[in-house]
């Protein structure tokens, strides 16, 4: 089993950067894909970004890039995403999520995940 717990959440002006991280136990984290998503209220839950075990490959969701960074630290077994400029759709709960790692694919599907984090609140003001 692996347990995710995210923190770094808050409110943010638009425009505005905030990090969030998710730190994992129970497992050995460099054999995890590690994901970030997100669900606004009245919405599905979306892909954000993800990072292979090794780091060295992500992926981003069309509507971050360029403004999101996805990054981890194996010997800390930590997950981060740095995002910068953000705009008020931006808002809603980002989850961690983590799943065994297949050669170094990536996957934007939640359903792919077999670990959850219980999620923090981003709220971007405009």
């Known amino acids: 089993q692996v347990q995710l717990v995210e923190s770094g959440g808050g409110l943010v002006q638009a425009g505005g950067s905030l990090r969030v991280s998710c730190a994992a136990s129970?497992?050995?984290?460099?054999?995890?894909?590690m994901g970030w998503f997100r669900q606004a209220p009245g919405k599905e839950r979306e892909f954000v970004a993800g990072?292979?075990?090794?780091?060295?490959?992500?992926s981003y969701a069309d509507s971050v890039k360029g403004r999101f960074a996805i990054s981890r630290d194996n010997a800390k077994n930590t997950v981060y995403l740095e995002m910068n400029s953000l705009k008020p759709e931006d808002t809603a709960v980002y989850y961690c999520?983590?799943?065994?790692?297949?050669?170094?694919?990536?996957?934007?599907?939640?359903?792919?995940?077999?670990?959850w984090g219980q999620g923090t609140q981003v709220t971007v003001s405009s």
């Open positions: 129970g497992r050995t984290f460099n054999r995890l894909t």
């Open positions: 999520a983590g799943r065994s790692a297949l050669f170094d694919s990536i996957y934007d599907s939640p359903s792919e995940y077999n670990f």
């Open positions: 990072i292979s075990w090794g780091g060295e490959r992500v």
